[in-house]
C-alpha cells in the first residue's frame, strides 16, 4: 500500500547517446513509464537547451541516467559520457540524479519492429522501468 505521506514524485529518465538522447517520464505513484521522444541534437548547447525545455514542461523531482556498462559490468567509453551528462544535468539545473544500470535495455527492443522509430525513448522508459523495479 502505497505511504499517503509520502508525495508521488515526477521522474524524467534519460537513455544517453552521442547521437541521439532518449526520454521517458513517469511516477513514482503509477510506476509507469512513457516514451516521450528522442532529442537529436548536433552539439551541447542543443541538447541542453532541449533537456531544460522538457524540465519545465515536466517539472521533474528526479532525475535517472542509464549507466552502459559491459556485458560483465565493466566501465567503457560510453559509462563515462553518460555520467558526464548526468552530472552536467545535476549541476545545471539541480535536480537529483540516478543512475541506473541499462546494459540490456536497447538489445529487449531491438527485435521489436514497432519500437525502432523511436528506440531511444523507448530504451528511456525501460530504463526507468528499471529504477521503479529496483528502487522504489
Same mark, same amino acid.
Request: no cysteine.
Given at each position: 500500500m502505497p505511504d499517503p505521506l509520502k508525495k508521488p514524485m515526477t521522474i524524467l529518465a534519460f537513455d544517453y547517446g552521442t547521437r541521439r538522447v532518449g526520454v521517458a517520464v513517469g511516477n513514482t *505513484?503509477?510506476?509507469?513509464?512513457q516514451a516521450l521522444k528522442t532529442i537529436a541534437a548536433t552539439n551541447a548547447d !542543443?541538447?541542453? $537547451?532541449?533537456v531544460e525545455s522538457l524540465l519545465k514542461e515536466w517539472q521533474p523531482d528526479q532525475i535517472v /541516467?542509464?549507466?552502459p556498462t559491459h556485458p560483465d559490468g565493466a566501465e567503457h567509453e560510453m559509462t563515462a559520457r553518460a555520467k558526464r551528462f548526468g552530472n +552536467? /544535468?545535476? !549541476? $545545471?539545473?539541480n535536480l537529483p540524479v540516478t543512475w541506473v544500470? *541499462? $546494459?540490456y535495455t536497447s538489445a529487449v527492443l531491438e527485435g521489436?519492429? +514497432?519500437m525502432h522509430d523511436n528506440l531511444d525513448a523507448h530504451s528511456a522508459a525501460l530504463i526507468l522501468e528499471q529504477y521503479f523495479t529496483e528502487y522504489q
Open positions: *505513484e503509477t510506476k509507469a513509464s !542543443g541538447l541542453f $537547451r532541449e /541516467v542509464g549507466l +552536467q /544535468v545535476n !549541476g $545545471r539545473f544500470d *541499462e $546494459r521489436d519492429p +514497432q
